[in-house]
């Protein structure tokens, strides 16, 4: 098993910034990818950003290019999700992800999502 636990999410102002993490244990052997997703209120979980075992393959969903950035510290385990220029629209709960077995661009479709985390709120206010 591969336990996922994230942190950093919070209260944040339109235009502010924060660092996700997400530190990962277990059998991170199996791992082949890290992701975030998120699902705000009302709506259906999306995919954000995964980012290879090795953290030299990235891929973002289009919409969320330039302001994301998706990083990993290899020593740590963790991999990180740094939001810059928030808005309001990007309130929701984050999930950390891993996939067995599968490329970054395959994350994007929840299905290939061996692990989650429990996720962390991000609120941005107006």
């Known amino acids: 098993q591969v336990q996922l636990v994230e942190s950093g999410g919070g209260l944040v102002q339109t235009g502010g910034s924060l660092r996700l993490s997400c530190a990962a244990s277990?059998?991170?052997?199996?791992?082949?990818?890290m992701g975030w997703f998120r699902q705000a209120p009302g709506k259906e979980r999306e995919f954000v950003a995964a980012?290879?075992?090795?953290?030299?393959?990235?891929y973002y969903a289009d919409s969320k290019k330039g302001r994301f950035t998706i990083s990993r510290d290899n020593a740590k385990n963790t991999a990180y999700l740094q939001m810059n220029s928030l808005k309001p629209e990007d309130t929701a709960v984050y999930y950390c992800?891993?996939?067995?077995?599968?490329?970054?661009?395959?994350?994007?479709?929840?299905?290939?999502?061996?692990?989650w985390g429990q996720g962390t709120q991000v609120t941005v206010s107006s």
């Open positions: 992800a891993a996939a067995r077995f599968s490329t970054v661009q395959a994350m994007a479709d929840m299905n290939r999502v061996a692990y």
């Open positions: 980012i290879s075992w090795s953290g030299t393959t990235t």
């Open positions: 277990g059998r991170t052997f199996s791992i082949s990818a």
